[in-house]
């Protein structure tokens, strides 16, 4: 064990999002155990996206199985290797394919959440622009070009595209308003890159391009923006989609063709090489994918694509090339690492702070394993925030007997409540809101 001291502030985030049940956004590298083979196979994925290829993959885990928590990782991974990343988790507002503005909404909170190796917490859409512009000169002071040439001639291999035109003229009016010491020019610039202007006719009076990012445009814009954050330096671009079970959960056969269809597009372009610098990795639960009612499965095109390589499922083995990755479950020797990994953490990286010796570990394991049965390391999430909840006890009682507490401790099953299926009849002329169940 490393005895190097760990920032307050990293554990303090540790702590108190994973008692929350969520995963942490800062200091994830203090906790991240095993699944060796699944981030060797992404980590090839991020070097293809930076060759100039793509990338697809579904990553399926049960619900606390700690899905989210390894999408995490590889955006982690993905920005130190200077890719660009974006992540949004879908919801009833949110949606790859719509006609009311989710998919708008849905890009919005991409942009939102757009991050870089140096703003990993998110908001780095200004900043990614603003390296474009700084690319832009240095190249023109060393070739002795103008500045607006260079710009140009940047954001031509973006003007052959589907919406390009407009997305370089509004790169444009931002390096203007930058020239002119125009901020209104510049937010407005932003306005439309983070797509929230609603109406063309605001955004024709503010910067003179005729279309905006719409729900049409959705999947056009991400193809865009993969080859501007290029000509801005980095990498490429990762679009990390979370709970894409929101997307079975509707009733609307209609709107989750649409969406399915969104996917199989965004499917064929990767495995064709027709995308480039450009990877999507999308979170959900296996019902999402195998559900031949309603989930991907129920779309024959899909269910072809991402069906399991039946040369490893009769060898016993997993192909980690497959676009389909079924996350791995913890070992319970993985999840003891993991729980040693928690106690470092809690003790801020000091083991003379250590609150309960290593005994505790394996007590609290057989504990769970006598109360949950093997669930305890399959779908870990509520394990870990039973631990977390010990030690919190402790550090306040410090006279209390760790073996007394660990016997009172009480762990639950991690079992969703919103994965109730819908009983309501199917509807073809809605998009299935109204019937919608958190």
């Given at each position: 064990m490393s005895e190097k001291r760990i920032r307050s502030k990293e554990r303090d985030a540790i702590i108190q999002s994973l008692k929350s049940g969520v995963t942490p956004k800062i200091g994830i590298q203090h906790i991240q155990v095993g699944r060796v083979n699944e981030l060797s196979a992404l980590i090839k994925d991020i070097d293809r996206i930076a060759d100039g290829g793509s990338a697809f993959r579904l990553i399926i885990g049960e619900y606390g199985s700690g899905k989210t928590f390894f999408l995490s990782v590889i955006r982690t991974i993905a920005l130190e290797r200077k890719l660009v990343t974006v992540n949004a988790d879908l919801s009833p507002d949110r949606r790859l394919h719509a006609s009311a503005g989710q998919a708008r909404n849905l890009y919005a909170e991409l942009m939102k959440n757009l991050a870089t190796r140096n703003k990993p917490d998110g908001?780095?859409?200004?900043?990614?622009?603003?390296?474009?512009?700084?690319?832009?000169?240095?190249?023109?002071?060393?070739?002795?070009?103008?500045?607006?040439?260079?710009?140009?001639?940047?954001?031509?291999?973006?003007?052959?595209?589907?919406?390009?035109?407009?997305?370089?003229?509004?790169?444009?009016?931002?390096?203007?308003?930058?020239?002119?010491?125009?901020?209104?020019?510049?937010?407005?610039?932003?306005?439309?890159?983070?797509?929230?202007?609603?109406?063309?006719?605001?955004?024709?009076?503010?910067?003179?391009?005729?279309?905006?990012?719409?729900?049409?445009?959705?999947y056009d814009s991400l193809k865009l923006l993969s080859l501007f954050v290029r000509q801005a330096g980095y990498a490429g671009l990762l679009v990390n989609l979370d709970e894409m079970v929101n997307l079975y959960k509707l009733n609307s056969s209609q709107a989750r063709m649409s969406n399915y269809e969104q996917i199989l597009r965004m499917l064929n372009d990767c495995l064709q090489g027709t995308a480039e610098h450009l990877g999507f990795l999308l979170g959900?639960?296996?019902?999402?994918?195998?559900?031949?009612?309603?989930?991907?499965?129920?779309?024959?095109?899909?269910?072809?694509?991402?069906?399991?390589?039946?040369?490893?499922?009769?060898?016993?083995?997993?192909?980690?090339?497959?676009?389909?990755?079924?996350?791995?479950?913890?070992?319970?020797?993985?999840?003891?690492?993991?729980?040693?990994?928690?106690?470092?953490?809690?003790?801020?990286?000091?083991?003379?702070?250590?609150?309960?010796?290593?005994?505790?570990?394996?007590?609290?394991?057989?504990?769970?394993?006598?109360?949950?049965?093997?669930?305890?390391?399959?779908?870990?999430?509520?394990?870990?925030?039973?631990f977390l909840d010990m030690l919190a006890v402790l550090e306040q009682n410090r006279t209390m007997n760790w073996q007394t507490l660990i016997e009172g401790v009480a762990i639950e099953e991690d079992r969703p409540s919103d994965m109730d299926d819908t009983t309501t009849e199917e509807s073809d002329d809605d998009d299935g809101l109204a019937n919608f169940k958190l």
């Open positions: 908001n780095a859409l200004t900043s990614v622009v603003e390296k474009f512009i700084t690319e832009a000169r240095k190249q023109a002071d060393s070739q002795g070009q103008n500045v607006a040439q260079v710009i140009q001639q940047r954001l031509n291999a973006l003007t052959d595209m589907v919406g390009g035109y407009d997305f370089a003229q509004v790169i444009e009016a931002y390096w203007y308003g930058h020239e002119q010491d125009n901020e209104i020019l510049k937010n407005n610039a932003i306005k439309w890159l983070r797509a929230e202007y609603t109406t063309k006719t605001d955004a024709k009076n503010d910067l003179g391009v005729r279309t905006i990012i719409s729900d049409n445009s959705f959900g639960t296996p019902e999402f994918l195998l559900d031949p009612r309603k989930g991907l499965y129920s779309y024959e095109a899909l269910q072809s694509r991402l069906a399991q390589n039946n040369f490893a499922k009769q060898a016993g083995v997993i192909d980690y090339s497959s676009p389909t990755l079924h996350l791995a479950s913890l070992t319970p020797e993985e999840l003891y690492i993991l729980l040693r990994n928690l106690r470092h953490v809690y003790a801020g990286g000091d083991p003379e702070n250590y609150l309960v010796p290593d005994e505790a570990l394996t007590g609290f394991l057989h504990h769970c394993s006598k109360t949950i049965g093997d669930a305890y390391f399959r779908t870990p999430r509520n394990t870990i925030k039973g």
